[in-house]
């Protein structure tokens, strides 16, 4: 048993979901379970959505309707027949949503979200499992919510792994295991409460539903299915070369997506490696090629790997008396970041302050700096970037800060890490 999981880049047309089925059809005799995310860019749209009917700010409608739109465009590309009965299937869905926000919101803002947001791979896999039906690809939709089960922290979801393991078992595998199901289209990045309540397991986290299905039914492998070539050793945004990673380890993985490399969910990795299962990132576009393999390997990765971020803001923060930074600075610094949930993503002290990069948040940092301020000195430095170097060495350091001013260092034996500024 095999989990493929299909991103939004690769269902973001008609043409692209006739490329699924075309990538499905090479794997006639496997059984697989498919993971899928909303189409394109719809969970932006219902992001915006959310925010117009939660906060009232702009009207909410001509938003729907976008979506709407979008969706039936597809469905035009992948059906002739108007009668079809996805087409209602996604009428009603429409008009479900619209219903809900013709009230008053009555949940909290992160419990709505879900709500709304969730819609966009419940549509999506409607779409695809119809059109797999329609060109002969043996396949059933399943709702993910039968089986991932969470706690109730919306936007972010803790799967409860115990229950949602036996519940995989018990269903989804022997579903699988009868030769009238075949494929299993269902939903990434959702689950569910014990209330019923729709969760989602964080931004890009269908990676994470494909690890969790896999996780829980011993599968052979997960692949995940991009519009890159595999891993590579930059981000084709930001470097010219780069250069496919043809197999890493588990470790450098998890470093690699701790530091911001968008290729994969950072949660994805772990669950995988505790049970030894291949993770395959492979490109929809060439899907003959082998892509990058992530297992349990001896090789180190041949060549620096660079992740760059950018608008980053670096917090310079000092005791307001003039004493030193010591462990009781820290902890309660520490506490703010966390109450405030901003992530660190690198950070040094010296004797007299502590400094700290983080992304830009238009809203949390403003309150955690007011917060920081309560008690210290807080110097505030943005517009900088953040490059890691992963197995860096002078070379490659000096290529990346050229013309750059460092205002910050850090160095571990693996890892390299400069904040910088256009000098
Ligand atoms: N559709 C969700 C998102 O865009 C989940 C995913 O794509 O993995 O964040
Ligand atoms: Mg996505």
């Not at 803001?313 to 307001?320: G, Y």
Request: charged fraction near 25%; charge should be negative.
């Amino acid at each position: 048993m095999k989990v493929f999981k299909f991103g939004g880049a690769s269902v973001k047309d008609a043409e692209a979901v006739k490329n699924v089925a075309e990538i499905l059809k090479r794997f006639p005799d496997e059984q697989l379970m498919v993971v899928i995310s909303a189409m394109g860019k719809t969970t932006n749209a219902l992001e915006r959505l959310t925010n117009a009917f939660f906060y009232k700010k702009e009207d909410p409608l001509p938003i729907l309707e976008e979506i709407r739109q979008y969706h039936i465009g597809i469905l035009q590309g992948l059906f002739d027949n108007p009668q079809h009965p996805v087409f209602d299937e996604l009428h009603n869905t429409i008009v479900e949503l619209e219903w809900a926000i013709e009230d008053e919101p009555t949940h909290t803002y992160d419990c709505e979200y879900d709500q709304i947001v969730s819609l966009g791979e419940l549509i999506s896999t409607k779409i695809v499992a119809a059109y797999l039906q329609h060109v002969g690809i043996k396949s059933t939709w399943r709702d993910i919510r039968d089986v991932i089960k969470t706690d109730n922290t919306y936007r972010e979801g803790k799967v409860d792994w115990a229950l949602t393991e036996k519940l995989i078992r018990e269903d989804f595998l022997p579903a699988l295991q009868n030769s009238k199901t075949g494929i299993i289209i269902t939903q990434g990045f959702l689950g569910v409460t014990s209330e019923n309540f729709t969760t989602t397991l964080g931004r890009e986290g269908s990676d994470y539903t494909a690890a969790i299905l896999a996780y829980c039914t011993d599968a052979e492998g997960v692949t995940i299915w991009k519009d890159v070539s595999g891993v590579l050793n930059a981000d084709p945004k930001w470097f010219d070369e780069t250069q496919l990673i043809p197999q890493l380890t588990y470790q450098d993985a998890i470093e690699l997506t701790y530091y911001g490399a968008t290729v994969i969910h950072p949660k994805t990795i772990k669950p995988l490696q505790n049970k030894n299962i291949p993770l395959y990132v492979r490109s929809f576009l060439n899907p003959e090629k082998e892509g990058t393999k992530i297992h349990h390997t001896q090789t180190p990765l041949p060549i620096p790997c660079f992740i760059f971020k950018v608008d980053q803001v670096l917090l310079t923060i000092s005791p307001r008396d003039f004493s030193f930074i010591v462990e009781e600075n820290l902890s309660s610094i520490f506490n703010l970041f966390s109450k405030h949930g901003v992530k660190i993503n690198t950070m040094q002290n010296s004797a007299l302050s502590f400094s700290i990069c983080v992304d830009q948040n238009a809203q949390k940092l403003p309150t955690l700096i007011k917060a920081l301020q309560e008690q210290y000195r807080v110097l505030y430095n943005d517009k900088i970037e953040l490059v890691t170097i992963r197995y860096y060495d002078q070379q490659t350091i000096d290529r990346v800060t050229k013309d750059k001013k460092i205002l910050l260092e850090v160095k571990s034996r693996y890892t390299a890490q400069m904040v910088m500024k256009d000098a």
